[in-house]
């Protein structure tokens, strides 16, 4: 094998799960207890399939030109594109009002603020969805993060801590929902069976467009902005 790989155990996992992250990264989510040994046969035997997932052409987003953080530019959120205006008045941070607003002699910290502006509005929006979600799907969970993941969407821990990409935030909301739904679901079902599948389906009737979404414009979120 060319490739190494991270093992996750679960004591609430009952079979097998390999997963490559867009970083080329792999996973194994394995029940608590099982053998090394065990684990090593398993890879083995879906090596091919591994490598396969690895040299995938979409583990390799489109790079794209850094913003300047200047007049004219656009800025995607929730799945439009609003134009930045570098103004002359004092904002001590990111004012938005179907436009993003800096201002000028905060131009050379722009990152930073924009970043900090969609970081509280991922957390708004994601934590409001979550917990619309997690009662329709009368699941329990503890705390729901926002973090700086840069090749995953999101992900459950063994402690049920549901964290997700901030970069979510510039996705449509039916994918925000799709991806929250998918991290819920796996509260039900670790595996993505026809009955995870149904689970989703029935929270998110558009999940199969949001995946299309996500497969086509997914390396947009890619940048910070």
């Not at 800025?75 to 990111?94: A, F, R, T």
């Not at 201002?103 to 970081?119: E, F, G, R, T």
């Not at 819920?184 to 149904?198: G, R």
Request: aromatic share 12%; with cysteine.
């Amino acid at each position: 094998m060319e490739f190494e790989y991270e093992i996750i155990y679960s004591s609430n996992r009952k079979t097998v799960n390999i997963s490559v992250e867009r970083d080329r990264s792999v996973i194994i989510r394995v029940p608590e207890g099982l053998s090394l040994e065990k684990i090593k046969n398993i890879v083995k035997s879906k090596e091919n399939w591994i490598n396969d997932k690895i040299n995938h052409e979409q583990k390799y987003p489109v790079k794209l030109e850094p913003k300047e953080f200047v007049s004219g530019e656009t800025l995607m959120y929730l799945g439009k594109n609003y134009q930045l205006s570098v103004v002359d008045k004092v904002i001590e941070g990111v004012e938005f009002n179907q436009r993003f607003l800096i201002s000028k002699s905060n131009q050379k910290i722009a990152n930073k603020l924009l970043k900090d502006w969609y970081m509280n509005r991922a957390l708004l929006k994601i934590e409001q969805r979550v917990k619309l979600f997690g009662q329709s799907l009368g699941v329990c969970f503890n705390n729901i993060k926002v973090s700086d993941m840069k090749y995953r969407w999101g992900s459950c821990t063994p402690n049920n801590n549901i964290i997700f990409n901030w970069r979510l935030i510039k996705a449509p909301l039916y994918v925000l929902d799709y991806l929250i739904v998918h991290e819920l679901a796996h509260l039900l079902e670790p595996n993505h069976t026809p009955k995870f599948w149904n689970i989703v389906s029935i929270q998110v009737p558009q999940y199969m467009k949001a995946k299309k979404w996500l497969k086509e414009k997914g390396y947009l979120l890619e940048i910070d902005f």
